[in-house]
């Protein structure tokens, strides 16, 4: 919305992305018209309700759309690489290296029959050429910034072994054996407990800070992204409603679906005697509060 | 650690199977109407005749004390002897298992060979799309899993022994006479087998996991071999006991058709002429085999998906 197109700060431009299912003119698109950057080193955050076309844009943006659903947008250019244009061939070391995806649920996104050393290494040995012993060591180091213990004894163990949390980071490591400049995160705390869930979240920040990989982080919570977020993308009904800075966010939003979500959301400061908003159509007009907007 | 109990577990459970297959089995002979003695005896040998043939044979002896002496001889490797022939029930088998054991192998491999490969297939031709494809492979496998096997085999020998004279109608001294029956017995399992794998293979191409390794751009063959494989190949394996024990089932039967001197067609004159050891000795035998295989099955099964060796103990 504001981005400066010529900034080569920019690390991610989509510009009018919509997404609609194939042969099925009556149904309106999922996703219409969305436009976001990312710059580089940033981490934004995208909310909104269940349904609101979160994972479809980051499917869309990876060229992981299911089959049955199609796409257009002007332009989505990542790292200097066209995704509309390009073909998987041009894009494949591109797309399986610099773009990270960390998904929701960490005990299905491995794969149940094979060890976790042989899903770490075959991005980097097909990728980048390297030998096996290279790869494994790269895999065991990728692991340590993860903080998992015992790396080398990880590797040849099967996914079923570990918990839930040491899933989801070992998955994070994964995606950094390619050294991404994007590290692309749908829900990756909903599958966990509280606890872990802020463990990783503390890791995707940290390996931020140390690796300059930049993040964009769905969720529903957006109290959870305020404490993590550059700038919060909002998403309503497969449009974005609004892109603010989280200084901004906390101020007080503009848009009141923006403010909805924000009272929607329990916190330390909420006062737990008082029901929770909830958003759902007739309890929150959405559209009626935006025409009085 | 935890291969040594997986396979203490499956051993013990083998062993108790084995155990129940020899009770069965020889309950089975004692307890169906009929008298041996007097079958060994003749139609119209004297009561006198018939005692003598009941005490050679130790069927005057107490049932438990029959039992005894039947494993023991199992241990010793002696199944008993014919009735009918006289000669050793093990003689009997040695000589009739070859054409058996040919078909069991020619039909287990074209199971393999053309119901895996299909099933896959046709899970990727559904999930691109091509839906009148998907119509045409439920429809035939459909329809080629629920026809008996007996059917299928008259088919076979009226349509290419008779008919068009392509291949042998009968014998079991040729190869080619073993590819109809092979064929016959194999059609059915093969085309259960594929729309397992697909209904499985469609599972697995939508999984998280897979998507996780499309996110990686590995090659397609690749993605296909290390990703999607192993795990829809874990359908078809723990189908593989209960393939193979319905394969030597219509073996017993497709012997018949194609009059092939095997342990089917012995087994059914056996039975009609009362010929209790051997009956016994294939039954024992079968059962032995499709028990051996199902233990197979799961120790492969343990290790391509290591889980199942949790889950089974
Ligand atoms: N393969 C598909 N075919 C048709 N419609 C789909 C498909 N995948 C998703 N949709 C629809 O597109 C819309 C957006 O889905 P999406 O998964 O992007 O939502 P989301 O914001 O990620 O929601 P959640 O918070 O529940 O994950 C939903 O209405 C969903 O029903
Ligand atoms: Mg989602």
Same mark, same amino acid.
């Given at each position: 919305?504001?981005?400066?197109?010529?900034?080569?700060?920019?690390?991610?431009?989509?510009?009018?992305?919509?997404?609609?299912?194939?042969?099925?003119?009556?149904?309106?698109?999922?996703?219409?018209?969305?436009?976001?950057?990312?710059?580089r080193g940033e981490i934004?955050?995208?909310?909104?309700?269940?349904?609101?076309?979160?994972?479809?844009?980051?499917? #869309?943006?990876? +060229?992981?759309?299911?089959?049955?659903?199609?796409?257009?947008?002007?332009?989505?250019?990542? &790292?200097? =690489?066209? !995704?509309?244009?390009?073909?998987?061939?041009?894009?494949?070391?591109?797309?399986?290296?610099?773009?990270a995806?960390v998904?929701?649920?960490?005990?299905?996104?491995?794969?149940?029959?094979?060890?976790?050393?042989?899903?770490?290494?075959?991005?980097?040995?097909?990728?980048?050429?390297?030998?096996?012993?290279?790869? @494994?060591?790269?895999?065991?180091r990728s692991l340590e910034d993860v903080h998992i213990?015992?790396?080398?004894?990880? /590797?040849?163990?099967?996914?079923?072994?570990?918990?839930?949390?040491?899933?989801q980071r070992t998955m994070i490591a994964m995606g950094l054996m390619g050294e991404p400049s994007l590290i692309l995160a749908?829900?990756p705390?909903?599958?966990? &407990?509280? *606890?872990?869930?802020?463990q990783v979240m503390q890791l995707l920040c940290d390996l931020n800070d140390r690796k300059g990989s930049a993040v964009l982080l769905?969720? =529903?919570?957006?109290?959870? /992204?305020?404490?993590v977020?550059? +700038?919060?993308?909002?998403?309503?009904?497969?449009?974005?409603?609004?892109?603010?800075? *989280?200084?901004?966010?906390?101020?007080?939003?503009?848009?009141?679906? *923006?403010?909805?979500?924000?009272?929607?959301?329990?916190?330390?400061?909420?006062?737990?005697?008082?029901?929770?908003?909830?958003?759902?159509?007739?309890?929150?007009?959405?559209?009626?509060?935006?025409? =009085?907007? | 650690?935890?291969? @040594?109990?997986?396979?203490?577990? @499956?051993?013990?459970?083998?062993?108790?199977?084995?155990?129940?297959?020899?009770?069965?089995?020889? !309950?089975?002979? =004692?307890?169906?109407?009929?008298?041996?003695?007097?079958?060994?005896?003749?139609?119209?040998?004297?009561?006198?005749?018939?005692?003598?043939?009941?005490?050679?044979?130790?069927?005057?002896?107490?049932?438990?004390?029959?039992?005894?002496?039947?494993?023991?001889?199992?241990?010793?490797?002696? /199944?008993?002897?014919?009735? $009918?022939?006289? %000669?050793?029930?093990?003689?009997?088998?040695?000589?009739?298992?070859?054409?058996?054991? %040919?078909?069991?192998?020619?039909?287990?491999?074209?199971?393999?060979?053309?119901?895996?490969?299909?099933?896959?297939?046709?899970?990727?031709?559904?999930?691109?799309?091509?839906?009148?494809?998907?119509?045409?492979?439920?429809?035939?496998?459909? #329809?080629?899993?629920?026809?008996?096997?007996?059917?299928?085999?008259?088919?076979? #020998?009226?349509?290419? $022994?008779?008919?068009?004279?392509?291949?042998?109608?009968?014998?079991?001294?040729?190869?080619?006479? $073993?590819?109809?029956?092979?064929?016959?017995?194999?059609?059915?399992?093969?085309?259960?087998?594929?729309?397992?794998?697909?209904?499985?293979?469609?599972?697995?191409?939508?999984?998280?996991?897979?998507?996780?390794?499309?996110?990686?751009?590995?090659?397609?063959?690749?993605?296909? !071999?290390?990703?999607?494989?192993?795990?829809?190949?874990?359908?078809?394996?723990?189908?593989?006991?209960?393939?193979?024990?319905?394969?030597?089932?219509?073996?017993?039967?497709?012997?018949?058709?194609?009059?092939?001197?095997?342990?089917?067609?012995?087994?059914?004159?056996?039975? /009609?002429?009362?010929?209790?050891?051997?009956?016994?000795?294939?039954?024992?035998?079968?059962?032995?085999?499709?028990?051996?295989?199902?233990?197979?099955?799961?120790?492969?099964?343990?290790?391509?998906?290591?889980?199942?060796?949790?889950?089974?103990?």
């Amino acid at each position: 919305m504001n981005a400066d197109p010529v900034s080569n700060d920019i690390l991610l431009d989509v510009r009018n992305l919509s997404i609609s299912v194939e042969n099925r003119d009556e149904i309106p698109p999922l996703v219409r018209n969305v436009s976001f950057h990312l710059n580089r080193g940033e981490i934004v955050g995208i909310v909104g309700e269940s349904g609101s076309g979160k994972t479809l844009t980051s499917l #869309a943006v990876s +060229r992981l759309l299911p089959q049955g659903l199609s796409m257009s947008a002007d332009r989505i250019d990542f &790292d200097g =690489h066209d !995704l509309v244009g390009g073909s998987d061939r041009e894009l494949r070391t591109v797309l399986g290296t610099n773009l990270a995806m960390v998904f929701q649920d960490p005990m299905q996104s491995l794969n149940p029959a094979r060890k976790i050393g042989a899903q770490m290494i075959e991005t980097v040995r097909e990728h980048r050429g390297l030998s096996k012993k290279e790869a @494994r060591a790269l895999a065991i180091r990728s692991l340590e910034d993860v903080h998992i213990t015992e790396p080398a004894k990880r /590797l040849k163990q099967y996914p079923h072994e570990l918990s839930g949390g040491m899933r989801q980071r070992t998955m994070i490591a994964m995606g950094l054996m390619g050294e991404p400049s994007l590290i692309l995160a749908d829900e990756p705390t909903t599958a966990l &407990d509280v *606890t872990v869930q802020a463990q990783v979240m503390q890791l995707l920040c940290d390996l931020n800070d140390r690796k300059g990989s930049a993040v964009l982080l769905i969720s =529903h919570n957006i109290s959870l /992204l305020s404490e993590v977020c550059d +700038r919060i993308i909002v998403m309503f009904r497969g449009e974005i409603v609004e892109d603010l800075t *989280t200084a901004k966010l906390l101020a007080g939003p503009d848009h009141p679906y *923006t403010q909805g979500l924000i009272r929607a959301v329990p916190d330390l400061n909420t006062d737990r005697g008082v029901d929770l908003v909830t958003i759902e159509d007739g309890q929150f007009d959405v559209e009626r509060e935006m025409n =009085h907007a | 650690m935890k291969w @040594r109990r997986f396979l203490v577990s @499956r051993f013990v459970r083998l062993a108790f199977v084995l155990v129940a297959i020899t009770t069965l089995t020889f !309950l089975m002979m =004692h307890l169906a109407p009929g008298d041996p003695a007097r079958l060994v005896a003749g139609m119209d040998a004297d009561e006198q005749a018939v005692q003598i043939a009941r005490e050679r044979l130790g069927l005057d002896q107490p049932m438990y004390q029959q039992f005894l002496d039947y494993v023991g001889g199992l241990f010793r490797g002696d /199944l008993g002897t014919s009735f $009918a022939t006289n %000669q050793p029930v093990t003689e009997e088998i040695a000589q009739k298992i070859g054409p058996t054991a %040919q078909l069991a192998v020619l039909g287990m491999a074209l199971i393999l060979l053309v119901g895996l490969p299909m099933g896959i297939i046709g899970a990727v031709l559904t999930r691109n799309g091509h839906r009148w494809f998907e119509i045409a492979f439920s429809g035939s496998t459909g #329809a080629m899993a629920s026809i008996p096997q007996y059917l299928i085999a008259t088919f076979l #020998a009226f349509l290419f $022994a008779v008919t068009w004279q392509l291949l042998p109608v009968a014998g079991s001294g040729s190869i080619e006479a $073993a590819i109809l029956p092979a064929v016959a017995i194999a059609v059915r399992p093969a085309a259960s087998i594929a729309r397992l794998v697909r209904v499985r293979t469609l599972e697995v191409l939508e999984s998280p996991y897979v998507r996780t390794a499309r996110s990686k751009r590995l090659p397609t063959r690749k993605l296909y !071999l290390a990703h999607v494989f192993p795990n829809s190949i874990t359908t078809m394996l723990a189908m593989g006991g209960v393939t193979f024990a319905s394969l030597i089932g219509g073996a017993v039967i497709v012997e018949q058709v194609f009059a092939r001197l095997g342990l089917g067609t012995t087994l059914v004159h056996s039975v /009609l002429v009362g010929d209790y050891p051997v009956v016994q000795g294939i039954v024992l035998l079968l059962g032995f085999a499709v028990v051996l295989v199902n233990a197979l099955v799961d120790v492969i099964l343990g290790i391509v998906d290591p889980r199942t060796m949790e889950a089974g103990r």
